[in-house]
């Protein structure tokens, strides 16, 4: 790109829905943001098409420096996914797809939470953070971890998958990974309505919830603020289950901070409590205990995610290059 020409580089964040676009300067500024729908059909080639489009349509040839992409599954360092279940996709690598297209553009993939948990540390409430995890707590539960303010992936593409430790022994049911116990069986918003469902069953006592119809996760939050003990002893339940596996993580990794994310982070500073109260004293060694905040970017964390990760891989490359 010559001197002089001010660069873009897109974030993509990639779900089952939507597909989400971030235009954003060197500087960080989000200049543009929008969205189009997912068409995974074709095995695929119609999304690569759409996205490709989308971001010529956007954002100028001669300005855009770097694409980032975020995927909902498990994804290699260098790009490749084995298996992408939102999406119904097989072997395939959006680096080497979008270069087709953009041939002298820098292309970078990640998880889509390791792009949220980027983004969250780069502009987000773990901004000042250089080593952190994210759980996003929606239909299911997600995560990423930076370390030294870089996504970790792992051999597998595996890190950072909250979700699917398996700390339950008493489950009896197989979670949408094949595991059983999963802490994406309990924490998630699936879960926690679940749990509640269950309690129901099995407590005599007065609730609130009973009389609620469709019952889902934000009844029972709203429910235990307002000091329903039923709904408040679900919610502790399966926060606990979650703070088990973020203690487990800072006996492995040892973040700074835990960002909590994703639609059920939304009860704000009660459940932000609740998991800081449920996780201290499952970490003995130190007097010192991560804090458990709540991010901020809401949706738009992968889109900052992916985007930063563009803008630190050209940053290597130019350094190598000197």
């Known amino acids: 790109m010559e001197d002089g020409i001010l660069k873009h580089y897109v974030g993509i964040d990639v779900g089952g829905t939507n597909v989400k676009f971030g235009m954003f300067s060197s500087e960080g500024e989000l200049e543009k943001k929008w969205a189009i729908k997912t068409d995974s059909g074709d095995e695929g080639r119609r999304m690569w098409r759409q996205i490709s489009d989308s971001v010529r349509k956007n954002v100028s040839a001669n300005r855009l420096a770097g694409i980032g992409i975020g995927i909902p599954g498990p994804v290699l360092e260098n790009g490749f996914v084995e298996v992408c279940v939102n999406l119904g ?58 370390l030294d303010g870089k996504i970790v992936y792992g051999a597998n593409g595996l890190s950072g998958e909250f979700g699917h430790i398996q700390f ?101 500073d009660y459940l932000i409590r609740m998991i800081q109260k449920c996780y201290d004293p499952y970490i003995t060694l130190s007097k010192k205990k991560a804090k458990v905040i709540k ?28």
């Open 168 to 268: 339950n022994p008493d489950e009896t049911e197989n979670c949408t990974c094949g595991g059983r116990g999963c802490i994406n069986q309990i924490a998630s918003a699936t879960g926690i309505a679940r749990y509640a469902k269950k309690m129901l069953r099995n407590d005599p006592g007065n609730s609130a919830l009973r009389a609620v119809k469709n019952l889902n996760a934000k009844d029972v939050i709203d429910a235990a603020k307002r000091g329903d003990v039923l709904a408040e002893s679900t919610l502790r339940f399966c926060m606990d289950y979650l703070a088990k596996g973020i203690a487990a993580i800072s006996y492995v990794v040892d973040p700074e901070v835990f960002v909590i994310g994703g639609g059920v982070s939304n009860a704000g």
């Open 89 to 146: 996709l097989h072997n395939f690598n959006p680096v080497a797809i979008l270069r087709e297209n953009f041939p002298a553009v820098r292309v970078s993939a990640a998880n889509d939470a390791n792009m949220a948990a980027l983004g969250e540390q780069w502009k987000g409430s773990g901004r000042g953070f250089k080593t952190l995890g994210m759980i996003t707590l929606g239909t299911g539960v997600g995560g990423g971890i930076i």
């Open 295 to 322: 991010a901020s970017l809401g949706n738009d964390a992968g889109i900052f995610g992916a985007a930063r990760l563009a803008m630190q891989e050209e940053e290597e490359d130019e350094g190598r290059e000197h």
